[in-house]
């Protein structure tokens, strides 16, 4: 059910990148379907803002990145704030996470969602209430 899901960047970045083969297209349905879904999906300012840096490294378009952006702000979006970076934080130590991890799953947790679509966490790992998904690896969604 979307309106308990969060979306990483990888999800996204492999639903724009060409280059990706077999991932871009499982990606890209997956993406397409969460466009029909109602309410959209949660992301993060953090994934916009790792979405912007991946497409640039990949060359696209700046006018195709910006249009990219603003697409995905019709989604549900968690701020970065103090608030979630303190919590980003707590996540990080609690879990062994990297910084950019733990900020997502606090960003996750804020949105109160079950679930994060997610290649870089362990897929079926759960965190106290929300669990990750590889929509990539797994037909699970």
């Given at each position: 059910m979307p309106d308990e899901l969060f979306i990483d960047t990888n999800i996204l970045m492999y639903a724009h990148?060409?280059?990706a083969g077999r991932k871009h297209e499982k990606a890209k349905k997956?993406?397409?379907?969460?466009?029909?879904?109602?309410?959209?999906p949660w992301?993060?300012?953090?994934v916009l803002q790792e979405l912007v840096a991946g497409m640039s490294r990949k060359k696209?378009?700046?006018?195709?990145?910006?249009e990219t952006v603003e697409d995905y702000a019709h989604w549900r979006v968690v701020e970065n704030t103090l608030e979630t970076l303190?919590?980003?934080?707590?996540?990080?130590?609690?879990w062994q996470l990297s910084f950019w991890d733990?900020?997502?799953?606090?960003?996750a947790r804020?949105?109160?969602?079950?679930?994060?679509w997610s290649e870089d966490f362990v897929d079926?790992?759960?965190?106290?209430?929300i669990q990750v998904v590889n929509p990539l690896k797994s037909s699970r969604n």
């Open positions: 990148d060409l280059d997956l993406v397409a379907d969460l466009w029909r879904s109602a309410p959209f992301l993060s300012v953090q696209v378009p700046f006018s195709e990145v910006q303190k919590a980003a934080v707590t996540e990080m130590k609690r733990a900020h997502i799953l606090a960003a804020k949105a109160g969602v079950s679930r994060i079926g790992r759960e965190y106290s209430g």
